[in-house]
């Protein structure tokens, strides 16, 4: 038989094609390969999302070209020229800047280990300073508009829709582990889902009625779906090539649910549906140790966020509990 010819690797494209207009032509053949060589890592290392390679992709691709523009190279990069880079990202925000810095930062480490370099060029830079951005979420009201909207939608679509939104809203999943996640992951009879999460972590969250109902109802409609003979491992199965539907066009269905609910769509995101779930389990007095667990939160402190919708119901706690909020029992 014929050999077949070998398929371009995707993640070198992710590389090379940053932009259609200004690809890496003017960037070393070393520093294409070693950013191939840490994308690779990040895969079989690290366990990273197929989508955490990708970005770090993008940034070391976006860097490696304004280094070649300057007649530098990106692995010999010395730190005034990368220093230069950062500052050539003025005019976008803070945290994107940061980002940047972390994707430089852990490459050329990974070329430190790797001796490539015997120093990091990246150290002594500063990364900018972080001011605490809120998340944004929508109150009880809102998703609960967003709620009957999609229990008054019909056929496989509208089940589809609702399943997946209740299951969201219930679990505080993020977008890609809500669309990839197996069917297997169902646990019924135990009331709760088994979630695989960043860097392959598993987690259990419990599973509320509303969302156990929707996914009961949708099994029957996803099983006619794929007919008699098709097979697939995933809950919310789609002929794509991804195999289940995509986090795009959940998005999208997101957007059409908001519009028919009243709300403005530049509002709602599966991420701001996370938020809602993480908040408005905090404003009711969960403890951050439980919704840490939940959201798969690698550190507290990111939890913590959650707190600042807390305020009110905190102050009200010290006014009924607090023996000196009480002036009638002050000696």
């Known amino acids: 038989m014929p050999k077949q010819a070998k398929q371009p690797r995707p993640a070198l494209a992710s590389v090379s094609s940053r932009t259609k207009t200004n690809p890496l032509q003017a960037v070393s053949w070393k520093s294409t390969v070693l950013i191939e060589s840490f994308l690779d890592m990040l895969l079989a290392e690290r366990n990273a999302a197929i989508n955490t390679r990708a970005a770090y992709g993008r940034d070391l691709s976006d860097v490696a070209q304004y280094l070649a523009k300057q007649n530098a190279d990106l692995v010999a990069a010395s730190e005034d020229e990368l220093r230069g880079y950062l500052q050539s990202l003025g005019k976008t925000s803070a945290r994107t800047q940061a980002r940047h810095l972390s994707s430089i930062r852990q490459f050329y480490r990974f070329l430190c280990s790797e001796h490539h370099r015997k120093e990091d060029p990246s150290r002594a830079i500063d990364a900018p300073k972080l001011g605490r951005i809120l998340p944004k979420y929508l109150s009880e009201g809102d998703v609960n508009k967003l709620l009957m909207v999609v229990n008054r939608m019909k056929g496989q679509d509208g089940m589809r829709l609702k399943a997946m939104l209740e299951l969201l809203y219930a679990s505080g999943l993020r977008v890609t582990e809500l669309v990839s996640l197996p069917l297997s992951a169902l646990q019924f009879e135990r009331g709760f889902i088994q979630v695989k999460g960043k860097g392959g972590k598993e987690r259990v969250v419990p599973l509320g009625e509303p969302a156990a109902r929707a996914l009961r109802a949708w099994l029957p409609e996803r099983k006619a779906i794929l007919g008699d ?103």
Do not use: W
């Not at 995509?246 to 059409?256: D, P, V, Y």
């Not at 769509?265 to 809602?276: E, F, G, M, T, Y």
């Not at 010290?318 to 002036?327: F, G, I, Q, S, T």
């Open 229 to 331: 003979k098709a097979k697939s491992p995933y809950l919310f199965p789609s002929r794509g090539s991804t195999k289940y539907i995509t986090r795009q066009r959940f998005f999208q269905l997101l957007k059409e649910v908001a519009l028919k609910a009243g709300i403005d769509p530049k509002r709602l995101s599966p991420h701001v549906l996370r938020h809602a779930f993480a908040t408005h389990l905090v404003e009711h007095g969960a403890d951050l140790r439980s919704v840490q667990t939940m959201l798969g939160h690698a550190d507290i402190a990111t939890t913590q966020i959650y707190t600042h919708v807390a305020s009110e119901r905190l102050n009200q706690t010290v006014v009924e509990h607090h023996p000196l909020a009480r002036p009638a029992k002050r000696r």
